[in-house]
């Protein structure tokens, strides 16, 4: 149920049909968790709050640095050396007061990737290198928790949205390639805000429409390209899950 | 695990370019997308001047026909695109001499993979 603030703040996607008043309550009783809160992140962040869902647990263990601010637009000077996640809850909440911002220090490991994400209806990757997405992917596939990887480097991106037991996930695509590369402040934005998207989608009851397919956006030539990927029958990560389903399908 | 991402073309007399040896395939469109092809797990081919950047400037063409943008010389740069990296042999092609001009050989081994995203 919308109060007459919600049905106010949120009119202009209250009057997008399919969407309405169910829409908006479903993003209400949501739980999203963005692991990481750089370019990608502070981007997803900012309009998954402002489209109104319910709570968000922003996940990161950095400081802000003079170097973040071409792409990370949280941040300003003024907050340089502070915490990540506490500046970003504090003016997230500014935007919207009516939803719940909860900032967690921590670098998200193997052990405590589980209780972090534990609880959430999607996972949203604003992460900045393999391992820790890699970490994730297992994590989100164990506890079956949809997990929508976003990657950029200087004005190239990729998607894709991880359903467990249904899509391929990270590990079935045997990725490769370096990190560091450098960022055109504006690429993270593009692929965070269709990362936002797809989790929106997927809140709302809706088909993800990357789930199974791989998003490559070239900022050089303006192109986005979508390709279909498939699982890896014998991933290390999540065929395991497959072959319980099969065996429990058999039994 | 390697080549479950990766197109892996072997050079040969008879100007084959396999998709031999895959155990599972996790990007359908990149492995040789039109009937024939993937019914024989091989694209026929021929490589004009038999250097790596005829081969794949030569795919390219033959994935357009089948509706897969597959741009793997850059028009702008003229070199390799950044969405891609090719090994020959198991050496990246930027340590040939020559580079992408270098000419294939009979069983020599190039592999395509495409490079992923990984800063934030």
Known sequence: MLDQSELIRYNRQLIIPDFGEDGQSKLKGSHVVIVGVGGLGCASATYLTAAGVGHITIVDFDTVELTDLNRQILYWEEDIGKKKVEVAQRKLSRLNPLIQITPVFAKITEKNAPSLISGAQVVVDGLDNSASRLVVNSACVEHKIPYIYGGVSRLRGMITTIIPGQTPCLACLSPEGAGGLGVLGVTPAVIANLQALEAIKILTGRSPSLAGRLLLFNGDDMKFRVREI?????????????????????? | MPGFSELLIVVNPTREVTREGMLSIVMPWLYAPWPDAKEKGIIETEIEGGTLRALLTGLSARYRQANVDLELINPGTN?????????????????????????????DTVKVRILWRWDG
């Open chain 1, 230 to 251: 498939a699982r890896n029958e014998s991933c290390p990560v999540c065929s395991r899950y497959y072959s319980k389903k099969k065996r429990g399908k058999a039994n």
């Open chain 2, 79 to 107: 070199d390799l695109d950044f969405d891609y990296d090719v090994l020959v042999n198991g050496k990246n092609y930027v340590a040939l001499a020559g580079g992408l001009d270098a000419k294939l050989k009979a069983d």
